[in-house]
């Protein structure tokens, strides 16, 4: 059974989505003012664990992000240097898309844009003024928080404390200012609005995610995920307006993700102490390397940041990077070892078990690394068969169909020009024009190609890095 820590109830679960075999599942997505940072790329990590492993244990995942491409944020960006929100817009929505990519994290199978379900917010506000949960206000409308009693349900909010009746326009404010807030804020003089039946004006950032969700996972779903800022007042807030609204539980699991910290405080734009990617970049950081890093700490523990723990992260990476391409390129002799095959199995399962206890990282990566050890013992005492290679190969891919940090097309990308090469070598060999055999082997070692001449043939060793992606 897979158990996760659910938010909303605080306690360890077992896992059971609406329908079997199928699991709906909705992350908050970048707002696109400025470069997403590492800190939240830590939340798309976990994220993209989360949906890897429910992959691999057997459903099948309809996975949405939205992208905010409308609120204080962003509007703020526009005015200061005086373009459409577009047009600000743009470059942060390719490079998110260009990051995750490099990130190896599966893209979602929708990224709604918040400016593009303006209707769907319209519609979802409507309902909440027909139903008496929503009021307007000089052109704005709000969610009347005294109308929803479960208020505070997710945050754990003490109800004593809450202030009914005072109302903020602000997208984000502190828990110890809950008010009503604004589904709906009216047309300002510089601002992007929209004409709508509610009035001219733009949404209030709760509401898009409420509004995009439903649209493409019904009023009810199983996963909502984000990072813990996020529980207060963002997911307390959609679950208010899409609760009152349906009438109907909203989420089912609730996950978030602790944050990533750098010199003890939260890495943030706002003070100062986020790296982006193209920061690590310019120090010459693989971002599988940073992958690694970031989903080796269970996702509810803060994380803290240092170039140190990074440099480990890439050697341990190493090692599985090493292991899985040694597995590919020893010369062993046929057959099979069956306490080979029992390792792979114990791997795989520890691998499953450890994820399915609320994404056990540690036991499922020492699981990895006992493979590791077990088989290169295997192999010391002389036992490793050419079966069994292939085998642990396969283990080792399948996962890291959840981890996402090794590469396993070393075979295939090497380039036809240098497999030509080898090729011609070994004519040059036969024909015994050693001089032209050496010239090509001392080419071939320029491009990364080592060359071992035994009793079985020639054997390389492509020791080029993962490409780039
Ligand atoms: P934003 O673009 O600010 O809406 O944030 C996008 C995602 O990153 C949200 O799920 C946040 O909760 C998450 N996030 C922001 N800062 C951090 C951090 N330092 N560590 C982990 N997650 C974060
Ligand atoms: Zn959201």
């Not at 077992?14 to 800190?39: E, K, N, S, W």
């Not at 939240?40 to 057997?58: P, Q, V, W």
């Not at 609005?193 to 509004?211: N, Q, V, Y």
């Not at 920061?279 to 950081?285: H, P, S, T, Y």
């Amino acid at each position: 059974m897979i158990r996760f820590f659910n938010t909303l109830s605080g306690r360890v679960e077992d896992f059971r989505p609406l329908q079997p075999g199928r699991v709906g599942m909705y992350t908050c997505g970048p707002t696109v003012y400025d470069y997403a940072h590492i800190g939240n790329f830590r939340s798309y990590i976990f994220e993209d664990l989360l949906k890897r492993f429910l992959i691999m244990a057997g459903f099948r995942v309809r996975h949405v992000m939205n992208i905010t491409d409308v609120d204080d944020k962003t509007i703020q960006g526009a005015r200061d240097r005086a373009v459409s929100l577009e047009e600000f817009t743009r470059p942060y929505v390719d490079a998110f898309f260009q990051d995750i990519r490099k990130l190896n994290i599966l893209p979602a199978d929708v990224t709604p844009r918040a400016t593009e379900h303006i209707p769907e917010m319209v519609r979802l506000v409507r309902v909440l003024l027909d139903k008496g949960f929503a009021y307007s206000k000089d052109g704005s409308i709000y969610f009347s928080i005294a109308k929803f009693p479960s208020y505070g349900r997710l945050s754990k909010i003490d109800p004593a404390g809450l202030q009914p009746g005072r109302r903020g326009d602000s997208d984000e404010y502190a828990k110890d200012s809950v008010r009503d807030f604004a589904l709906w804020k009216k047309a300002k003089e510089g601002e992007p609005s929209w004409p709508t039946e509610l009035g001219d004006g733009r949404p209030g950032w709760h509401i898009e995610c409420s509004a995009m969700s439903t649209a493409y996972l019904g009023e009810t779903f199983d996963i909502h995920c984000g990072g813990v800022d996020n529980i207060f007042p963002h997911h307390e807030n959609e679950i208010a307006q899409s609760e009152a609204a349906s009438g109907k539980p909203f989420v089912r699991t609730w996950l978030h993700c602790h944050h990533l910290i750098r010199d003890g405080e939260k890495m943030s734009k706002s003070k100062g102490n986020h790296l982006t990617l193209r920061d690590l970049f310019e120090r010459g950081v693989d971002p599988l390397d940073l992958r690694f890093l970031l989903l080796g700490t269970h996702y509810r523990k803060t994380l803290n940041f240092t170039f140190a723990a990074l440099e480990q992260a890439a050697a341990s990476r190493k090692r599985l990077q090493d292991f899985v391409y040694e597995l590919g390129h020893m010369s062993l002799s046929p057959g099979e070892t069956p306490a080979a095959r029992e390792a792979a199995d114990e791997a795989r399962l520890k691998f499953a078990e450890g994820l399915g206890d609320d994404l056990n990282i540690s036991t499922a990566l020492t699981s990895v690394f006992e493979l590791v050890r077990k088989t290169n013992q295997l192999a010391a005492d002389g036992a490793l068969r050419a079966q069994d290679a292939e085998i642990l190969r396969g283990v080792m891919k399948d996962l890291d169909g959840v981890l996402g940090v090794l590469d396993f097309r070393d075979e295939d990308s090497l380039p036809e020009r240098l497999r030509f090469m080898i090729e011609e070598r070994e004519t040059a060999r036969r024909a015994k024009d050693f001089r032209l055999a050496d010239r090509l082997r001392d080419a071939l070692l320029r491009e990364g190609v080592h060359l071992e001449d035994t009793k079985d043939g020639v054997r390389w060793k492509y020791r080029k890095t993962a490409p780039r992606r």
